[in-house]
């Protein structure tokens, strides 16, 4: 049989997340124009929307384009609750270790790689009033919209943190004074509510897998969550809301 001098070149592959971030709904999308480290491109709103996004302050000078209820369901697709704006925007530019001025109360996500925990996570993070979210460069969501609406506008109030190598993180937050406090359904100790003032990283692994080996052994101490009831784990964003919970009670 004779070959194809010539096989046809394979493409790769078009991910759906693939081309122009779009973020949406009002509270991420406000969130993002009042953010100067931000790039913003374009916003896309309906009447009703824009008089909405600009009751709390004006815009900044930038294209703003009218559009219907309909074209933001084409464009976001018919799950997205945009609520009548949409913003074209560059992603974020991620902050390093050394760029967070104040490391008394951080996340340390080991390889979450869902963007509605994630953004979840960062959510609760920054109500709560943690000074950053770390995660690492690879095996962690890449920002689009659905990060960025769990989120509810805290990707542009809470750095979140990208590192190559997670136990030299979790090293240089041990060095500055910080606890690391590892989660795992399996650990021997129970969560207790912290001293008040205490510096501390909470560490949480992925749904299923849990905290790498590596990084349980890099953690001061492993702990796990109470739970009376006939289900023994949490999803990880609610364990993250009990955990800074218990840190910020004191």
Known sequence: MSKNKFPPKKRPPILPDDGPVF????HTVRAALDNPRRTKRRLLATQNGLNRLTEGAPLPQMLVEETTPRDLD??????????????????????????VEKLDLVIVLDQV?????????????????????????????????????????ALD????????????????LKSNGLVCLGFDSEAPGLLRPRPAGGK?????????????Q??????????????????????VSNAAAIALFAATAG
């Open 214 to 235: 590596k990084t349980r052994s890099l953690c001061d101490e492993m702990v796990r969550l109470d739970m009376p009831g006939p289900i023994k784990s949490l999803n």
């Open 74 to 99: 084409k464009l976001l697709g018919a799950e997205a609750v945009h609520q009548g704006v949409a913003l074209e925007v560059d992603p974020i530019d991620r902050f390093g270790l050394s760029d």
């Open 200 to 212: 501390l990283a909470i560490v949480l692994g992925a749904e299923g897998k849990g905290l790498r």
């Open 113 to 153: 790689t869902d963007p509605h925990n994630v953004g979840a996570i960062l959510r609760t993070a920054c109500a709560f009033g943690a000074d950053a979210v770390i995660t690492t460069a690879r095996y962690a969501p890449r920002e689009t919209g659905v990060l960025a609406k769990s989120a509810s506008g």
């Open 157 to 172: 109030l809470i750095p979140l943190v990208s590192v190559r190598n997670l136990g030299d993180a979790l090293e240089t």
């Open 23 to 26: 973020l949406y709904g009002l």
